[in-house]
């Protein structure tokens, strides 16, 4: 065994020779389901190859139950407290994870550093499970928790194809109803204010506005679409925007109802009237909505039952330990009021 240094062979050695993640080694010393045949058959041999003896200790941590889930949110405190949208998503975690009697751990990543130290904190195995929301297409969280041997339920997913277990919301079809909904209303210049276009919802729900603006026989100037960032600045800066390029729109959808929020406050600098001049229309149906003035037309998303669906999803993982990957999608409803 050349190029080893002597001593106790570790769990990453025995990764590295068998060329899977430390999970994986991990799961199959623990004698989990959740490993192919081949991934098993090479774990095993990279054992024998190194004389590698489990940690009996570490074994039975590893085997015990915490009854304590992990909701990671890599978003600031102003972001977490501003938005709505998070604020169901806990509340819908929280009132499924208090009825089976286990412990919910709010984590928020803001930085490089607090990503490192909470995957730390996951290899610890002092959590049972993770629920991740507001998950980025480049977020490597997802597989690290996976090969760390642990269950994880997103809150959306990253793209079409997504691998791991989510819960997620008809988002493209979020789009395709608000677009049908003011072409119904007679508006024929429809513009959008996207939210981040590096996640899943934003693409889609982009996605859904051009399908709406094809049914409806409306072309799709992409002099129509600002990009916003799910904020209500990043909505009021992406409808001046609008407004300087297309100063003939008559509609907007705006990707979420705060967005929609700063789209009214800059409608409203430009005397634009809502509904008369522009009409409005956002997504989520939040508090937000109710309170504007005119009072937001918006596209209901079922977020509190998103935040139960996903918990009751991890804890049956948890509990089964099954090799499938649940994925689920929730519809969406248009909720009208008298900004469109």
């Known amino acids: 065994m050349s190029g080893r240094q002597s001593g106790r062979p570790t769990l990453e050695e025995v990764a590295a020779r068998a060329g899977v993640g430390r999970g994986t080694v991990s799961r199959v010393i623990n004698g989990s389901p959740r490993v192919s045949e081949q991934a098993r058959a ?6 024998a190859e190194l004389g590698y003896v489990p940690n009996q200790a570490a074994r039975a941590l590893a085997g015990s139950r915490t009854d304590a889930i992990a909701l990671v949110i890599p978003e ?25 009697d286990k412990q919910l751990l709010l984590t928020l990543i803001r930085s490089e550093q607090e990503r490192r ?46 691998p791991v277990a989510y819960v997620d919301s008809d988002n493209a079809g979020a789009g395709r109803a608000a677009v049908d909904h003011l072409a119904g209303r007679g508006r024929r210049v429809i513009a959008t204010v996207t939210g981040p276009l590096d996640m899943y919802a934003a693409r889609a729900r982009l996605d859904g506005y051009r399908a709406g603006l094809a049914a409806a026989g409306l072309d799709a100037d992409e ?57 409005l229309v ?8 109710r309170l504007m003035d005119p009072p937001l037309t918006s596209v209901r998303q079922p977020i509190e039952e998103m935040g139960r669906t996903m918990a009751r999803m991890l804890l049956q993982q948890i509990a089964e330990t099954s090799a499938e990957t649940p994925q689920r999608v929730l519809p969406t409803d248009l909720v009208v009021r008298e900004s469109s």
């Open 42 to 47: 090479a774990v095993d041999r990279a054992i």
């Open 76 to 100: 600031t405190e102003a972001r977490l407290f501003a938005e709505p949208y998070f604020l169901d998503i806990i509340r819908g975690v929280s009132a499924e994870l208090a009825e089976a």
């Open 117 to 162: 130290r909470f995957e730390q904190y996951v290899a610890a195995q002092r959590v049972d499970g993770v629920l991740l929301a507001s998950v980025h297409a480049d977020d490597p969280l997802p597989e690290l928790v996976r090969e760390l041997g642990l269950p994880v339920v997103l809150n959306g997913r990253r793209t079409e194809d997504e």
């Open 223 to 279: 002099a129509l679409v600002a990009s916003g960032d799910f904020t209500e600045d990043g909505g009021r800066r992406a409808m001046r925007e609008l407004l300087a390029r297309r100063p003939d729109l008559d509609a907007v959808f705006a990707a979420s109802d705060v967005m929609a929020a700063g789209a009214r406050a800059a409608l409203r600098e430009a005397g634009r009237r809502v509904p008369e001049d522009v009409a």
């Open 282 to 289: 956002g997504v989520d149906d939040s508090p937000v909505a």
